[in-house]
C-alpha cells in the first residue's frame, strides 16, 4: 500500500531556545530563510506523501499562518511585479494538504500520535519529528519508506551515535538483516551507558502501522506522566516484526543550540542565493 499520510508533531515547549520560545513556536526557528518545519514538510512531499497533520498545542498558531494562503501579501508582490518573492510566498501553502488538531495536555510523544488516529484510518503513515533536520540524496523518510515496501511493517529510522550520547536516545537492540536494516528485538530509551545495548539510536523518522495506536491505549504512563512511543513499540515488537534502518544523510538536530547553528551554517553554504558569499565571509573571518 502507497504510503499517502505524514503525522508531525509540533506541541512541545521549546523550553532549551528560550527566551526565543516564549512567544514562537521553536518549529518556526529560521534556517537560512525557512523554519524548521518547512524543510520537513519539503521531505516528506519529496518522499510522496500528499496528507500532512501537524499536531499542535496552545500558542503555534504562527504555524498554521505560515502554510496558509496569504493574499493580501501575494496581491502586493504581484503588483509590484516582484515575482520570484511571489512564488516564495506562495510556496509554503501549496506544499500538501495540511490539517492540524490540538494536543490539550502534554502527554509526550506516543499520546501526541495517537491525536492522529482519526486521520491516519487503517493506512500505514509517516512520522517525523521537526527537530531533526536531515541533508540527504535520497530523503531520510524515503529511506524507510524503501524498507517498509521491502520488509513491511513498523521501520525505525537510526544512525550510530557517540557511546557517550546514548543516554539521550531511545537506542535499538537488532539482528542485521541488511547491509543498512536490523529486525529490532528491544528499544531502551535514554539508557545509562553501560545499559545501552547498541550506539544506534532512533533518530526523529518513523514509518508506522496503524495498529501502533490500540499499543499506545494500553500503553502506562511513565516518566513525568508521559506516554512513550518507545513503550509502545516495545509492545508491538512481541507480536510482529519491527526494523530499524540506518539512513543516509546528515542529522542535524535544531532542537538545540549547536545543532541548530551546525545547520544553519550547513544549509547556508549549500544556499544558491548566497552561499557563495557566506563561504567567502567565513573565509575572511579567519575561523579555526
Known amino acids: 500500500m502507497k504510503?499517502?499520510?505524514?503525522?508531525?508533531?509540533a506541541a512541545g515547549f521549546g523550553t532549551r531556545f528560550l527566551p526565543f520560545t516564549k512567544t514562537t513556536p521553536k518549529e518556526m526557528i529560521s534556517i537560512v530563510d525557512k523554519p524548521a518545519i518547512q524543510y520537513i514538510i519539503e521531505e516528506a512531499v519529496a518522499s510522496g506523501i500528499e496528507e500532512v497533520l501537524i499536531v499542535l498545542s496552545r500558542g503555534k498558531e504562527a504555524i498554521i499562518n505560515h502554510f496558509d494562503e496569504t493574499p493580501e501579501l501575494d496581491q502586493l508582490l504581484e503588483d509590484s511585479g516582484k515575482t520570484e518573492l511571489l512564488k516564495l510566498s506562495q510556496?509554503?501553502?501549496h506544499l500538501a494538504k495540511i490539517q492540524y488538531v490540538r494536543q490539550g495536555l502534554s502527554k509526550g510523544l506516543g499520546h501526541a500520535i495517537l491525536c492522529a488516529k482519526s486521520f491516519v484510518g487503517?493506512?500505514?503513515?509517516?512520522?517525523?519529528l521537526p527537530d531533526d533536520l536531515v541533508d540527504s540524496q535520497v530523503p531520510a523518510i524515503q529511506q524507510l519508506i524503501e524498507t517498509?515496501?521491502?520488509?513491511?511493517g513498523t521501520v525505525l529510522g537510526v544512525q550510530p551515535?557517540?557511546?557517550?550520547?546514548?543516554?539521550?536516545?531511545?537506542?535499538i537492540k537488532g539482528r542485521l538483516v541488511a547491509e543498512d536494516t536490523y529486525e529490532i528485538e528491544t528499544m531502551v530509551e535514554k539508557p545509562e551507558i553501560d545499559e545501552a545495548p547498541s550506539e544506534l539510536a532512533v533518530l526523529g523518522r518513523y514509518v508506522l502501522m496503524p495498529g501502533i495506536f490500540e499499543m499506545i491505549e494500553k500503553t502506562p504512563p511513565g516518566k513525568g506522566g508521559e506516554i512513550q512511543l518507545t513503550d509502545s513499540i516495545n509492545q508491538q515488537i512481541e507480536t510482529e516484526k519491527v526494523y530499524a534502518r540506518v539512513f543516509e544523510g546528515n542529522r542535524y538536530d535544531t532542537g538545540n543550540k549547536l545543532g541548530y547553528l551546525e545547520a544553519t551554517l550547513n544549509y547556508g553554504?549549500?544556499?544558491?542565493?548566497?552561499?557563495?558569499?557566506f563561504k567567502e565571509l567565513l573565509s575572511r573571518l579567519n575561523l579555526d
Not at 517498509?148 to 513491511?152: E, L, N, P
Not at 551515535?161 to 537506542?171: A, M, Q
Request: proline share 10%; aromatic share 8%.
Open 148 to 152: 517498509h515496501q521491502r520488509y513491511g
Open 269 to 277: 553554504l549549500k544556499h544558491p542565493e548566497v552561499g557563495e558569499a
Open 91 to 93: 510556496e509554503a501553502a
Open 161 to 171: 551515535v557517540p557511546k557517550e550520547e546514548v543516554s539521550k536516545y531511545g537506542i
Open 3 to 9: 504510503i499517502r499520510k505524514a503525522v508531525i508533531p
Open 122 to 128: 487503517d493506512e500505514p503513515f509517516v512520522v517525523l
